[in-house]
Nanobody
Framework: QVQLVESGGGLVQAGGSLRLSCAASGRTFSSYVMGWYRQAPGKQRAWVAIIISGGRTNYADSVKGRFTISKDSAKNTVYLQMNSLKPEDTAVYSC?????WGQGTQVTVST
């Protein structure tokens, strides 16, 4: 059984930064795709960023240049560094691998 636990969310002013963490247990994920998704109130869940084996990354256009996904395989943890945050980034952020999802962490960006 794989468990994903996110942390690092909170309230931040526009232009600020946050770093989200997703700690995985139950298997090592160094060879798997890990992704971050977000769901804003009243909207469908949307993909934000992914990282695959070898460290290759890809980002949604809305966060490109502002967000960075990375991983520490020794700690079985994936990170999402979010800079230059905007109010429209407000959402519940969840990490994913395969069919497994974390419980999510709330990010709120105020004007």
């Amino acid at each position: 059984q794989v468990q994903l636990v996110e942390s690092g969310g909170g309230l931040v002013q526009a232009g600020g930064s946050l770093r989200l963490s997703c700690a995985a247990s139950g298997r090592t994920f160094s060879s798997y795709v890990m992704g971050w998704y977000r769901q804003a109130p009243g909207k469908q869940r949307a993909w934000v960023a992914i990282i695959i084996s070898g460290g290759r990354t890809n980002y949604a256009d809305s966060v490109k240049g502002r967000f960075t996904i990375s991983k520490d395989s020794a700690k079985n943890t994936v990170y999402l560094q979010m800079n230059s945050l905007k109010p429209e980034d407000t959402a519940v952020y969840s990490c994913n691998t395969g069919r497994y999802w974390g419980q999510g962490t709330q990010v709120t960006v105020s004007t």
